[in-house]
């Protein structure tokens, strides 16, 4: 036995969604907005209005665009959602089109959806765990097939 090294199982998936470059752009523009509302105050408030407003917004962006979908130590973490693959059963991957269906009208309001409209692409996830009333876990992804992969590759869902 190697003297207290411990040797860590690489994580076969790990994905944050990040919002698109354009927020950002979009966040910098409150704070401008904010600057050009107390302009008539003087440039020491106008300067404040802008850093102010601007990260005031940075923050909003960066919390929203912050989530995260792990395969890791036999579950899959999605948001706060922690699910032991073992309860999981069919992977379906869904192209934009099918991922946009499913978000809106074939969507089950009783799924857990961790979805983020910037990103077009998604893995639907059934539940098989009888005591969850959840039928299935919806995921956007931007590497829907690879998250199918990861989780088939630690005994959980099948991919179709």
Known sequence: M??????AMPQPYD????????WWALAVGVGVSVALIVFPLGPLPMLAGLVGGAALAMMLVSSYGSARIRVVAGSLVAGKARIPVTALGEAVVLDAAE???WRS???DPRAFMLLRSYVPTALKVEVTD????TPYVYL???SPQRLAEALAAVGGARTQ
């Open 99 to 101: 991922a946009a269906a």
């Open 15 to 22: 994905e944050r969604l990040t919002v698109p470059r354009s």
């Open 140 to 142: 956007s992804t931007r």
């Open 130 to 133: 009888p005591a969850d009333p």
């Open 2 to 7: 190697s003297s207290g090294a411990v040797s």
């Open 105 to 107: 009208h074939k969507a």
